[in-house]
């Protein structure tokens, strides 16, 4: 799988957008971008995938460049519950290879 | 669906007790998962299945570290003999594939916290 690289931690203001950044330069063409998130003692869990097209969904918004090398992960607007860990993960998508490999993230921490 | 369900939430014993943890996976689920997340390391993969069959267990730090699935409701991590360095809180993780390739979103569950002095 591509590595990916993430910004340590971030700040955002509650009620604004959240652009979180991620760099995966070595992306294969078969490999999909996933991003998880880990609140404060709880599992991670999933928010989005994509794999060049931008993607929304009822949590957030999956920005992919057009070479496939970075992506950005969009919290439209912010709550305090979405202080948490953001994990982006690349990976390759077929049945037999489930695995995910988890870096070490981004801290978002959402104030008021 | 309760979602994954692990059991106990929190486990505290001494050094070269056995310990087992339990995982329930989500049910029609495929896939099941066991992590170990630390301050040091992070978040890792031990071990997974695919329909009650180990598949990868190159995450298994040594052999003290044992995982099963006797069938596809209900799995088990065992650390035998347990030390302190094993303290760390492992997540248990089921996923579908019956939704097609791009289906394979998984879920985790709350983690059992062990601790062993």
């Known amino acids: 799988d591509a590595k990916t690289t993430q910004p340590t931690s971030m700040d955002c203001a509650e009620g604004r957008a959240a652009n979180l950044p991620c760099n995966h330069s070595t992306i294969s063409g078969n490999e999909y971008v996933y991003w998880y998130r880990q609140i404060h003692s709880q599992g991670p869990q999933y928010i989005i995938h994509g794999l060049k097209n931008n993607e929304t969904n009822e949590m957030a918004s999956l920005i992919i460049t057009e070479d496939r090398k970075s992506s950005t992960l969009i919290l439209p607007h912010a709550t305090l519950r979405d202080t948490a860990v953001y994990y982006c993960?690349?990976?390759?998508?077929?049945?037999?290879?489930?695995?995910?490999?988890f870096g070490t993230g981004t801290r978002l921490l959402v104030s008021p | 669906d309760a979602g994954v369900i692990q059991s106990p939430r929190h486990e505290v014993t001494e050094m070269g007790q056995e310990v087992t943890l339990r995982c329930k996976p989500i049910s029609g689920h495929d896939y099941l998962f066991w992590y170990r997340q630390t301050m040091m390391r992070g978040l890792e993969l031990l071990i997974y299945f695919n329909n009650n069959v180990p598949i990868d267990d190159s995450g298994m730090p040594e052999d003290r570290f044992s995982a099963k699935m006797p069938n596809a409701s209900f799995s088990t991590l065992k650390i035998q003999p347990s030390e302190p360095r094993d303290s760390a809180v492992y997540f248990c993780?089921?996923?579908?594939?019956?939704?097609?390739?791009?289906?394979?979103?998984?879920?985790f569950g709350p983690g059992t916290r062990l601790t062993v002095l």
């Open positions: 993960i690349v990976r390759a998508m077929n049945t037999g290879f489930q695995k995910l490999v």
């Open positions: 993780a089921s996923s579908s594939t019956s939704g097609g390739l791009n289906y394979n979103e998984q879920f």
